[in-house]
């Protein structure tokens, strides 16, 4: 309906618009440093029963350790502030070479607050630093803006 004018825009995932053969409708894609997705998008999980043992090893082999640990750091920040779908909080990790790369941001409601915090470290350390990130985003105001959340939440 964007292309017969009903909207000006639309934001959808490029990964949706690529499958449906449509990437040529990308006008511009929102680059995640400036636009921290939500914590653990594009992430699959595959669960199996624990007496199928030929399954679990035949789904073992569709996991990507680098992934996991990115998806495992982003949703411990996502839990370290209780939160769930209903917070205004972006986290983006990601690997280059050695190094795990953290962007969280989380704002209040209106948009008005924000805080943002980006560490790197290396691989071997980075749900600690995810912890490290959780609690300097509680400290520079976080725990206002979830607490004013919770209130509206509770209103």
């Known amino acids: 309906q964007v292309r ?3 909207f000006d825009a639309v934001v959808v995932a490029c990964g949706g618009l690529n ?7 990308v006008s ?10 939500a ?12 007496d199928a043992p030929e399954l679990c090893s035949l789904i073992a082999q569709l996991d990507d350790p680098a992934s996991r640990l990115t998806t ?26 050695d190094l ?3 962007d969280a ?3 209040s409601l209106s948009g008005e607050k924000c805080i943002r915090q980006r560490l790197s470290c290396p691989v071997e350390s980075a749900v600690q630093t995810a912890e490290t990130v959780t ?8 725990e206002e803006i979830l607490s004013e959340i919770r209130r509206l939440k509770n209103a």
């Open 19 to 25: 499958r449906l053969g449509m990437s040529d409708a």
């Open 105 to 107: 941001i989380l704002c």
């Open 72 to 97: 495992q750091v982003e949703r411990h920040i996502l839990a370290g502030l209780h939160g769930g779908c209903s917070i205004p909080l972006g986290v983006c990790a990601r690997i280059d070479s």
């Open 100 to 102: 795990m790369h953290i």
């Open 39 to 50: 914590p653990g998008q594009g992430a699959l999980a595959v669960q199996t029963r624990q």
């Open 28 to 37: 511009f894609a929102l680059p995640p440093d400036e636009f921290v997705p």
């Open 135 to 142: 609690q300097q985003m509680l400290v520079q105001g976080g």
């Open 4 to 6: 017969q004018g009903f």
